[in-house]
């Protein structure tokens, strides 16, 4: 349709960046359409997503921008395209997605971040673990060895 | 592969992210990391052995009425979410509905929502799931009045739900009850016999349990029909002064609850036995401050209040009054509906997106 004006929202980041964007790519967060519904006027325009920094919510409006046409693409090409997304961002940004999806509620891309994630950790021993998630291990020796006996009674 | 980095964001990962990923890990690898930390060992321990239970509340719908620039009147829904965590994808606004206009809710029984739209025929009367984003259109439903309709679902005992359809009998002591179930999907018209001449307020809200739908009656008593044998059985309201009609009827914890305002006390009472139909006081308390009784959370010791415009939540153990959301405004007519939300399998027959 020729002159029909698209509708816009604009996000501000937690550092303060403003991105403008259409409704309907905003609206792939359940958290916007929220907020939009719930204002119910037109006029509320402005919404901030706290603890969602610039570079991570540029990266979020590429899958929601992707995903809100998603109908005019074949269902394969969609899964390429998330493919290649998600193996783009490295660790740090693959976090701070699952973060933001999470508090945007994004299902699509909380899956894929989760499956990615998943997909990392799968093989690794628990002392890699904890150096990908940064966690301290507050066993004692003798707990810790008492749990792996457990599962050695699980899974030899 | 490089060496790992240590991103600091990893350290805030919310538990239901982490319960995300470890979902779709094979079991032993799961096995394996019980040892990584005293956290993980009870995230992993508690994603195997339980299901995912989701909360027992959610949120609030709540309606209220203003005039819009033209003074006409007009139907507003906010939801409020009572949560202190995520609630998760859960549609509030009811946007997966296939209809446009305003969106009145006129029941709410475990997670299912019961609806009409406003201003429109009274045919276009529906059933939806906000959590499953599912929904039905009920047949051949003509009323004059629509709050006699209470929907009765309970998923522990039938993935099918019955809406009920009341009208007082003018000649005979006795209830005009149509009943519709998804199982039949039809509707079947009963007779039952309630001694007594029944009053039941206007706008009269249903709690439903164990299969019986449960209303205030105008003089003093609560009316509970079983659903399935149609008997219907009387409840002595306990001791209260007060006019009914200030009063509202919950469950909490399993129990049927009713809490009354007297000027600026509010009393709490508990059907602690139910089949001999004994009240115990459960609480009583002198706010400070004008309020409105608007529900029973359905698992804690919280009522939900209104004073002014704000929302808030009275705590009966620790006698706290918190404030949960501020409203839009004060309103002169509002309505409002504890929503507990239900993930699984419906008899509702539009699935969002199949």
Redesign the interface.
């Known amino acids: 349709m020729v002159g029909v004006k698209k509708k816009m929202v604009t996000l501000v980041s937690s550092d303060g960046v403003e991105f403008v964007v259409e409704k309907r790519v905003a609206e792939q967060s359940?958290f916007i359409?929220?907020a939009l519904?719930?204002g119910?006027v037109e006029e509320k325009v402005m919404i901030p997503i706290p603890k969602v920094t610039s570079d991570t919510l540029s990266s979020v409006l590429e899958y929601c921008e992707k995903h809100a046409s998603a109908t005019e693409f074949q269902e394969n090409e969609i899964e390429e395209w998330d493919k290649e997304y998600i193996e783009k961002a490295d660790?740090?940004l693959l976090?701070?997605l699952?973060?933001a999806s999470?508090?945007m509620?994004i299902?699509g891309l909380?899956?894929l971040g989760?499956?990615k994630?998943?997909s990392l950790?799968?093989?690794?021993?628990?002392q890699?673990?904890?150096?990908?998630?940064?966690?301290?291990?507050?066993?004692t020796p003798e707990q810790?060895e008492e749990?792996?006996r457990?599962?050695q009674w699980?899974?030899e | 592969m490089e060496a790992p980095k240590k991103p600091h964001a990893a350290n805030n990962l919310a538990n239901d992210l982490l319960i995300s990923i470890l979902t779709r890990l094979p079991p032993k690898s799961l096995c394996r990391f019980l040892c990584v930390s005293k956290s993980w060992h009870r995230l992993i321990s508690d994603t195997y052995f339980q299901a995912q239970l989701p909360p027992s509340m959610a949120g609030l719908f709540y309606h209220f009425k203003d005039q819009d620039p033209s003074h006409c009147w007009r139907i507003n829904k906010e939801y409020i979410s009572t949560l202190s965590y995520h609630s998760g994808f859960i549609d509030t606004t009811l946007s997966f509905l296939p209809y446009t206009g305003k969106i009145q809710i006129l029941d709410s029984c475990n997670g299912l929502l019961l609806c009409r739209l406003w201003g429109s025929p009274s045919s276009n009367v529906f059933i939806c799931n906000p959590a499953a984003q599912s929904w039905t259109l009920i047949p051949n439903l003509k009323l004059p009045n629509f709050y006699s309709l209470f929907l009765a679902f309970d998923p522990q005992v039938s993935v099918h739900f019955t809406l009920v359809r009341l009208q007082p009998n003018r000649q005979s002591p006795c209830l005009e009850l149509e009943k519709f179930s998804s199982q039949t999907h039809s509707w079947a018209k009963f007779q039952v016999s309630t001694e007594h001449d029944i009053n039941f307020l206007r706008k009269c809200r249903g709690v439903y349990f164990n299969g019986i739908l449960h209303l205030l009656a105008a003089r003093k008593y609560i009316v509970a029909i079983d659903l399935e044998s149609m008997v219907c059985r009387r409840i002595e309201m306990p001791g209260t002064t007060s006019l009914i009609r200030t009063g509202l009827l919950g469950k909490s914890g399993g129990s049927l609850h009713y809490a009354v305002k007297e000027k600026r006390e509010m009393k709490v009472w508990m059907l602690k036995d139910y089949e001999r139909g004994e009240w115990v006081s459960k609480h009583r308390v002198r706010l400070e401050v004008l309020f409105y009784i608007l529900g029973f959370h359905p698992d804690m010791d919280i009522v939900f209040l209104r004073v002014q415009n704000i929302l808030m939540s009275y705590h009966m153990n620790t006698g706290e009054l918190k404030e949960v959301h501020t409203l839009r405004q004060r309103p002169i007519q509002y309505w409002s509906f504890v929503f507990s939300p239900f993930f699984g399998e419906d008899a509702l027959a539009n699935k969002n997106g199949v």
């Not at chain 1, 890699?128 to 066993?139: A, G, Q």
Request: charged share 30%; aromatic share 12%; glycine share 4%.
């Open positions: 359940l359409k929220n519904n719930e119910g660790l740090d976090y701070y699952l973060q999470y508090s509620s299902m909380m899956e989760a499956k994630v998943a950790i799968r093989g690794k021993s628990p890699e673990i904890r150096e990908l998630f940064n966690i301290k291990n507050d066993f810790e749990i792996r457990e599962m699980n899974y």
